[in-house]
């Protein structure tokens, strides 16, 4: 079992930054690819960014890529989204995930979810 808590949500406006934290804990972190999703309201949840269980590894989805950046410190168990030029497209509630191996943008492919934390970018 693994449970994971996000922070570092909030309010910024449009061209801001924010950098989400994901701790992990209840086993052990570098066992697992991580991933980041988002879910607008009324929307599916959708696939951010993701990094192998190492590091060396990452994939990002198209809107995101040059703009956000998947990293991992496998001594403290968090992975971390850094968020630049957002724009209101960009905002949701945003969920770090852990899944066995990276390869799969699927939600069905992650296993473990943590419980989100909301990103607003206004315009």
């Known amino acids: 079992q693994v449970q994971l808590v996000e922070s570092g949500g909030g309010l910024v406006q449009a061209g801001g930054s924010l950098r989400l934290s994901c701790a992990a804990s209840?086993?052990?972190?570098?066992?697992?690819?991580m991933a980041w999703f988002r879910q607008a309201p009324g929307k599916e949840r959708l696939f951010v960014a993701a990094i192998s269980r190492f590091g060396a590894a990452t994939d990002y989805e198209d809107s995101v890529k040059g703009r956000f950046r998947i990293s991992r410190d496998n001594a403290k168990s968090t992975v971390y989204l850094q968020m630049n030029s957002l724009n209101p497209e960009d905002t949701a509630v945003y969920h770090c995930s852990a899944a066995t191996f990276m390869g799969s943008r699927s939600v069905n492919h992650y296993i473990y979810w943590g419980q989100g934390t909301q990103v607003t970018a206004s315009s």
């Open positions: 209840g086993s052990t972190f570098r066992n697992y690819a």
